[in-house]
């Protein structure tokens, strides 16, 4: 927290937030966390050292407490609403003693809870005085995993200032991609646009009003920026497009490299477990990529993806330790190798078994996702007697189509284009979108 204040104190009046169209300065920040802070000591607030659920959105107030609360050797849990659903069993499994929300006026209000402290990596956080970042992340499979970051190390990959932008934090506040966004931004000096309708028309809107720069975001909204229209909305200000948290089309990224021939695209990396690793692409709008630098290492055994952090998660608080024994951590993600560079496959778990034959669900996808009209698709496998599994696809469409006349249309397109085992023997229409609240794609 130290570090962010000090250099906070270098940019003085220089806008920091835009919420709701009115600019919060870094001197505004600067101070309101130095006061909440001084509060938390003396006492005159609850929640220093203590495990604090931390129930907000992005807000000026919201990173003023998580700071103050991370400076307090407190163990802070960020929830936004997408995880109202599940909020009870998460404060259960996090053993939340306090709990401070923030209302629509960014006022706060605690409420105080009394746990029965089972965990013995809180405990031991608590114990030795240092802060703790708690974070609940989804995953590819659907089960809510609970992360613990030491709080001071996890802030301490925000030391190096980088060149200052006008940015949208598009991932969730309580999303590691989210945070990562936001920190990066605040110690460089930028100024952090938040959105809370991620449609592309409210997105496009905001970024054409406060002329923003840098937009991390993922495919699956990439894509349905595109074929909304984006060209109805002056863009004209961004510099990066940063995509993440899930794989990323073939099709589309030819189509954004279209679109935004000026802008520098970045495919982002990241897991709750290690945080967002730098990339580097093989070429502009290249999925073959380099992982590493900034205390990252990676490397690849049997085909699967580990990372070595020096800022890795202290551990779970509800599954076994996913590291091996050299301290690497198995990501589950396949990947394909050509030379220093190498390519996203998906989740291993995600794997197919036809009649003994494999099919990697975004081999398909990605075929799919070429066709005309096609806004979503999740391909996933389905019991079958007789070849033990078949290959389904769900599909959102931009325009009305009746399955069959799909369906014909997709076994052309693939036809010549993927083996005959791999081409959807069941096709399922949605109109619901097939990203969750989490900005997923929706669990296969």
Request: zero cysteines; hydrophobic letters at 40%.
């Given at each position: 927290?130290?570090?962010?204040?000090?250099?906070?104190?270098?940019?003085?009046?220089?806008?920091?937030?835009?919420?709701r169209d009115?600019?919060y300065?870094?001197?505004?920040?600067?101070?309101q966390?130095?006061?909440?802070?001084?509060?938390?000591?003396?006492?005159?607030?609850?929640?220093?050292?203590?495990?604090?659920?931390?129930?907000?959105?992005?807000s000026?107030?919201?990173v003023?407490?998580?700071?103050?609360?991370?400076?307090?050797?407190?163990?802070?849990?960020?929830?936004?609403?997408?995880?109202d659903?599940?909020?009870?069993?998460?404060?259960?499994?996090?053993?939340?003693?306090?709990e401070?929300?923030?209302?629509?006026d960014?006022?706060?209000r605690?409420?105080?809870?009394?746990?029965?402290?089972?965990?013995?990596i809180?405990q031991?956080?608590?114990?030795?005085?240092?802060?703790?970042l708690?974070?609940?992340?989804?995953?590819?499979?659907?089960k809510?995993?609970?992360?613990?970051?030491d709080?001071?190390?996890?802030?301490?990959?925000?030391?190096?200032?980088?060149?200052?932008?006008v940015t949208?934090?598009?991932m969730?506040?309580?999303?590691v991609?989210?945070?990562?966004?936001?920190?990066h931004?605040l110690?460089?000096?930028?100024?952090?646009?938040?959105?809370?309708?991620?449609?592309?028309?409210?997105v496009?809107?905001?970024?054409?009003r406060?002329?923003?720069?840098?937009?991390?975001?993922?495919?699956?909204?990439?894509?349905?920026?595109?074929?909304?229209?984006?060209?109805?909305?002056?863009?004209?200000?961004?510099k990066?497009?940063?995509?993440?948290?899930?794989?990323m089309?073939?099709?589309?990224?030819?189509r954004?490299?279209?679109?935004?021939?000026?802008?520098?695209?970045v495919?982002?990396y990241?897991?709750?477990?290690v945080?967002?690793l730098?990339?580097?692409?093989?070429?502009?709008?290249?999925?073959?990529?380099?992982?590493g630098?900034?205390?990252?290492?990676?490397?690849?055994?049997?085909?699967?993806?580990?990372?070595?952090?020096?800022?890795?998660?202290?551990?779970?608080?509800?599954?076994?330790s996913?590291?091996?024994?050299?301290?690497?951590?198995?990501?589950?993600?396949?990947?394909?190798?050509?030379?220093?560079?190498?390519?996203i496959?998906g989740?291993?778990?995600?794997?197919?078994?036809v009649?003994?034959?494999?099919?990697?669900?975004?081999?398909v996808?990605?075929?799919?996702?070429e066709?005309?009209?096609?806004m979503?698709?999740?391909?996933?496998?389905?019991?079958?007697?007789?070849?033990?599994?078949l290959?389904?696809?769900e599909?959102?469409?931009?325009?009305?189509?009746?399955?069959?006349a799909?369906?014909e249309r997709m076994?052309?397109?693939?036809?010549n284009?993927?083996l005959?085992?791999?081409?959807?023997?069941?096709?399922?229409?949605?109109?619901?979108?097939?990203?969750?609240?989490?900005?997923?794609?929706r669990v296969?």
């Amino acid at each position: 927290m130290e570090n962010l204040l000090e250099v906070w104190a270098n940019f003085g009046e220089r806008p920091a937030l835009i919420w709701r169209d009115r600019s919060y300065s870094y001197r505004w920040l600067r101070d309101q966390t130095r006061t909440l802070h001084a509060d938390l000591a003396a006492g005159r607030q609850p929640g220093a050292g203590q495990v604090v659920a931390l129930a907000a959105d992005y807000s000026p107030m919201s990173v003023v407490w998580l700071l103050a609360l991370l400076g307090s050797r407190s163990i802070v849990a960020p929830l936004t609403p997408a995880f109202d659903a599940q909020r009870a069993e998460l404060y259960g499994l996090g053993e939340v003693e306090l709990e401070v929300a923030l209302d629509a006026d960014d006022q706060a209000r605690t409420r105080v809870f009394e746990p029965q402290p089972r965990q013995p990596i809180l405990q031991k956080l608590k114990g030795e005085g240092r802060s703790g970042l708690l974070l609940y992340s989804s995953g590819s499979a659907g089960k809510i995993k609970a992360v613990v970051h030491d709080g001071a190390r996890f802030l301490g990959r925000y030391r190096v200032s980088r060149r200052p932008y006008v940015t949208i934090p598009f991932m969730l506040f309580d999303h590691v991609g989210g945070l990562n966004t936001l920190f990066h931004t605040l110690s460089s000096g930028g100024t952090v646009v938040p959105v809370f309708d991620r449609s592309p028309a409210a997105v496009a809107q905001v970024i054409a009003r406060h002329r923003v720069e840098v937009l991390p975001t993922t495919p699956t909204f990439l894509n349905l920026l595109l074929i909304g229209g984006h060209q109805r909305f002056d863009l004209s200000t961004l510099k990066i497009l940063a995509f993440g948290a899930e794989r990323m089309p073939a099709a589309t990224l030819a189509r954004v490299k279209e679109a935004f021939p000026a802008v520098e695209l970045v495919q982002n990396y990241g897991l709750s477990e290690v945080g967002i690793l730098k990339t580097e692409a093989e070429s502009r709008g290249s999925l073959w990529i380099k992982l590493g630098g900034d205390g990252y290492q990676a490397r690849v055994k049997d085909g699967l993806l580990e990372i070595q952090a020096e800022t890795a998660m202290l551990g779970y608080l509800n599954e076994e330790s996913p590291f091996t024994e050299d301290g690497w951590l198995r990501t589950g993600d396949r990947v394909e190798v050509q030379g220093e560079y190498l390519r996203i496959l998906g989740r291993a778990s995600d794997l197919i078994v036809v009649g003994g034959e494999k099919v990697y669900p975004a081999e398909v996808e990605d075929v799919i996702a070429e066709m005309p009209g096609v806004m979503e698709v999740v391909v996933s496998g389905e019991p079958n007697m007789i070849t033990g599994n078949l290959v389904k696809a769900e599909v959102r469409l931009s325009t009305e189509e009746s399955r069959s006349a799909f369906r014909e249309r997709m076994n052309q397109h693939l036809g010549n284009r993927l083996l005959p085992y791999k081409i959807p023997q069941r096709v399922v229409l949605t109109q619901e979108p097939l990203q969750t609240a989490r900005l997923k794609k929706r669990v296969r």
